[in-house]
């Protein structure tokens, strides 16, 4: 009998394992190795950043809710970290791959994230977040796609393009670094870059007749783009994990840091056509192309690559608000995404962010509410997990404008978690600015010219606005979103032009829950690196 029980303990451990791993979400593994290469973007040699020997980096493809182990070598000959933009790093800052959260890799060293791309569809991209490596690669395209219970609103396209465009500057890292610590100011940009090519340098081959999908994501570091195929329509059908109205356009205006997903049918004669991106809102308008090729191509390109849009605003204004919910569609769940009704929750704070640009010590500087962000010795997370002292204040950043001049802070502000905030973008300069903010997702409510009052509430889209992490904030005007405070870690807000970024224009957003609990954040990862004041500690336990 003591047989028998014994030999069925152990076949219901084994089916309880068998269940509980069959239950688990996928796991994908990835070995990275960062190196330094010569590539010749623009016809110039250059020290580039690749990953496996790829300039750009490889691309990562996911499903809702996948696990990605992704371990980093960094064989570069100084500190390096990757950043997820997009993915939310539920309860699990410590991921987030950002200086506030993550000690750098040391040259020599390797880490492994542990990512969940938690509830989270869409179109993203990870890049390099220190000093100024984003500008020399190390960035690469980051799928999520809908797992195959949950209905997508637009039939299965024929093919699933990545598209990573930007400005481009021939001068290495190391020399846009050093302007910048001289106080000084980027020079423009010397040309623009898809898939890591200048222009006819990338084809995109289609076959006649036949829907295919671009995942199309502005990853330069200082100009807002336009992207047009000659002689073909765009199908918007995705923003940053939102399934949108699917409305058509012409061209489509991606900011920094922004990410789109279209639907293009080749429905045109069999040659070669045109794709153009073009910078926005610069006095000098640059270009560059890639090639649209049908396989039955019976001809190359032909004629002048089509125009667009440069500097008309209200232009770029009207097409952002045309950009809506689709309410009736699901999102990672199996529920529409309209069921989230944002517009009638009462907002619990309201924070106004006003980006400037202070000369501070002599020296150029950038900032919000007047604070300049200066980094930390000691990453604001660890500080936080191992309550060490003096690496930063709580509030050191107004959640208004003081209208003081600029000042040197390593800048925090404190949110309590389950809060519902309204976040007001105001920018007073003549320049457009686009700013993202990691671990959520918001919802645009309204973005105009002049000057935000809360009368300005009169006029905010409380019903099918569409829900994202980076968003433009025109010259001399305001965007207004609600944000779900429902994400416990420490949190960048940062703008997306690079140099600005470098130089203070950005800050942390600690959401705290009083409950030490997993249910609202994961423990310190065991592999954890450690530095600055944290050397020396412990994680936790093996």
Known sequence: MGGYRGFCSVLLVMILLVTCTSGEDPYKFYTWNVTYGDIYPLGVKQQGILINGQFPGPQIDSVTNDNLIVNVFNSLDEPFLISWNGVQQRRNSWQDGVYGTNCPIPPGQNFTYVLQVKDQIGSYFYYPSLAFHKAAGGFGGLKISSRSVIPVPFDPPAGDFTVLAGDWFKKN???????????????????????????????????????????????????????????????????????????????????????????????QP??????????????????????????NSAGGVSGPPPGGPTTQIDWSLEQARSVRRNLTASGPRPNP????????????????????????????????????????????????YFKISGVYSLGSIPSSPSGSGGYLQTSVMGADFRGFAEVVFENPEDTVQSWHIDGHSFFVVGMDGGQW???????????????????????????????????????????????????????????YSSVNSWRDEYPIPKNALLCGRAMGRRTRPL
């Open 173 to 267: 890292h190391t020399d846009l670094k050093a302007i910048l610590d001289g106080g000084s100011d980027l020079p423009f940009p010397d040309g623009l870059l898809i898939n890591g090519r200048g222009s006819n340098g990338y084809t995109f081959t289609v076959d006649q007749g036949r829907t295919y999908r671009f995942r199309i994501s502005n990853v330069g570091i200082s100009t807002s783009l336009n992207f047009r195929i000659q002689g073909h329509k765009m199908l918007l059908v995705e923003v940053e994990g939102t399934h949108t109205l699917q409305n058509t356009y012409d061209s489509l205006d991606i900011h920094l840091g922004q990410s789109y997903s279209v639907l293009v049918t080749a429905d």
């Open 453 to 511: 009052t809360p009368a300005s509430k009169l006029t905010y889209n409380l019903r099918d606005t569409v829900s994202r992490c980076t968003v433009q904030v025109y010259p001399n005007s305001w965007t207004a979103v609600y944000m779900p405070l429902d994400n416990v870690g420490m949190w960048n807000i940062r703008s997306e032009n690079w140099a600005r970024q470098y130089l203070g224009q950005q800050f942390y957003l600690r959401v």
């Open 270 to 295: 069999g040659q070669d056509y045109y794709i153009v991106v073009s910078t926005r809102f610069t006095s000098q308008v640059l270009s560059s192309t890639s090639i649209l090729h049908y396989s």
């Open 337 to 384: 995404q309209g069921s989230y009704h944002y517009g009638l929750i009462n907002t619990t704070s309201t924070i106004r962010l006003q980006n400037s640009a202070p000369v501070i010590n002599g020296k150029q500087r950038y900032a919000v509410n007047s604070v300049s962000f200066i980094p930390a010795d000691t990453p604001l997370k660890l500080a936080d």
